[in-house]
């Protein structure tokens, strides 16, 4: 059997301790899964202000001597880039049969119905859902998708696709805006080779 396909979007604008830590905790619980970051082109919900050039730089330098890769095919979409077109197109490449499973916040599972696709994304991935420290109400799924929950990880893996894992760790709360007029000041929650590009670079406060 294929070892599953693991995706953590995100802007990575700059990528942080935060990304770090939720791709450490899923590689602690599935060591064998292949396992990429994936920098999106322009969410359609925020707006990406550093250019593709500066932040996919900063993620090679961050996931250096790690197990994890990057997946870029977001990045050269033309925006606006919406997950369920991504996964579509990744399930075409990978096929049928292999677990995909997509890494989100509970933010994102609470408005997934806002998304493009919503839950037509249960047909092409599995979800593996982390709580947020800024969300006031404690994770759990709605009355329609409680049938697709299960209770560990591990039975993510032998099936392709539709079912969600709800994760009680909670990565550490850092928010990417507030540490982008930080970043000069400070060098802790970043890695030290993404604070010396920044640096370098003349980004985010330089």
């Known amino acids: 059997m294929s070892r599953p396909l693991i995706l953590?979007?995100?802007?990575?604008?700059?990528?942080?301790?935060?990304?770090?830590?939720?791709?450490?905790?899923?590689?602690?619980?599935?060591?064998q899964a292949e396992i990429r970051l994936m920098p999106t082109a322009q969410s359609p919900f925020k707006h990406t202000k550093t250019s593709r050039k500066h932040r996919l730089a900063m993620l090679r330098l961050a996931l250096r001597d790690t197990p994890f890769q990057i997946e870029r095919c977001e990045m050269y979409s033309?925006?606006?880039?919406y997950?369920?077109?991504?996964?579509t197109h990744i399930r075409q490449q990978i096929g049928?049969?292999?677990?995909?499973?997509?890494?989100?916040?509970?933010?994102s599972l609470l408005s997934l119905?806002?998304?493009k696709g919503g839950l037509d994304l249960l047909d092409k991935t599995h979800l593996w859902v982390f709580a947020r420290a800024s969300q006031q109400h404690p994770l759990k799924?709605?009355?329609?998708?409680?049938?697709?929950a299960v209770d560990q990880p591990k039975m993510l893996e032998n099936s392709p696709a539709g079912r969600i894992y709800l994760d009680p760790?909670?990565?550490?709360?850092?928010?990417?805006?507030q540490l982008r007029s930080q970043l000069s000041r400070t060098s802790s929650l970043v890695p030290a080779r993404v604070w010396a590009y920044n640096r370098k670079s003349f980004l985010y406060g330089f």
């Open 8 to 31: 953590l979007g995100g802007s990575f604008d700059p990528i942080h301790g935060g990304h770090l830590a939720l791709a450490w905790a899923v590689y602690a619980q599935c060591p």
């Open 141 to 148: 799924l709605s009355d329609e998708l409680q049938s697709s």
């Open 169 to 177: 760790f909670l990565p550490p709360n850092i928010s990417s805006t």
């Open 96 to 107: 049928t049969t292999r677990s995909l499973i997509f890494v989100m916040g509970q933010d």
């Open 113 to 115: 119905h806002k998304w």
């Open 78 to 81: 033309t925006p606006p880039v």
């Open 83 to 87: 997950t369920i077109d991504t996964l």
